[in-house]
T-cell receptor
Framework: DAGITQSPRHKVTETGTPVTLRCHQT?????MYWYRQDPGHGLRLIHY???????DKGEVSDGYSVSRSKTEDFLLTLESATSSQTSVYFC????????????FGQGTRLTVV | KQEVTQIPAALSVPEGENLVLNCSFT??????LQWFRQDPGKGLTSLLL?????REQTSGRLNASLDKSSGRSTLYIAASQPGDSATYLC?????????FGTGTSLTVIP
């Protein structure tokens, strides 16, 4: 299995609080992605990174920010959590854009109450 | 915007049967297509990656085909087993992200 670790694996938080999810990889892959998975919607891209300090928005980026200060770590922050952000969050990595496999972490189940 | 559709949404078959899962996408300008497996409460496991220039890939009992011009891919599973029960997802890569279908939930009955 690709070396991807997401933390925490489960979290319950209150509406309005900030939350940070961490994705750590040991593969030295350049590309890292954050997706959320919701019933009926499948997986949707939140943000992605194509290198240290290089990030861009996905289709559902509102209310989320990211940072990548090291190759191995990609952080997703919910600035002020809302109930609509209750979801399962997945981190993915790929060595390059387009011609290599993507590998996924085990997911973080976030509940906003 | 790329739209990915998987049919059927759910499938139940007896053990030993061969089966086909379908994936269609609206924009043929893709770099690759990847099939994943997801077990309940787990992450995604990569099964097969097909580059846009390829027509098929095989791994064990799995065979995936790609017809980029018609926007279709199929995942063929031979001699299905109860351990194949899972949700199967296809995803197309368009240059900066993967677009996913909502998956086919497969149950193989012993």
């Amino acid at each position: 299995d690709a070396g991807i670790t997401q933390s925490p694996r489960h979290k319950v938080t209150e509406t309005g609080t900030p939350v940070t999810l961490r994705c750590h990889q040991t593969e030295n892959h350049r590309y890292m992605y954050w997706y959320r998975q919701d019933p009926g919607h499948g997986l949707r891209l939140i943000h992605y990174s194509y290198g240290v300090k290089d990030t861009d928005k996905g289709e559902v980026s509102d209310g989320y920010s990211v940072s990548r200060s090291k190759t191995e770590d990609f952080l997703l922050t919910l600035e002020s959590a809302t109930s609509s952000q209750t979801s399962v969050y997945f981190c993915a990595i790929s060595e390059s854009a387009g011609d290599t496999e993507a590998f996924f972490g085990q997911g973080t189940r976030l509940t906003v109450v | 915007k790329q739209e990915v559709t998987q049919i059927p949404a759910a499938l139940s078959v007896p053990e030993g049967e061969n089966l086909v899962l379908n994936c269609s996408f609206t924009d043929s300008a893709i770099y690759n297509l990847q099939w994943f497996r997801q077990d309940p409460g787990k992450g995604l496991t990569s099964l097969l990656l097909i580059q846009s220039s390829q027509r098929e890939q095989t791994s064990g009992r799995l065979n995936a085909s790609l017809d980029k011009s018609s926007g279709r891919s199929t995942l063929y599973i031979a001699a299905s087993q109860p351990g194949d029960s899972a949700t199967y997802l296809c995803a197309v890569y368009t240059g900066n992200q993967f677009y996913f279908g909502t998956g086919t939930s497969l149950t193989v009955i012993p």
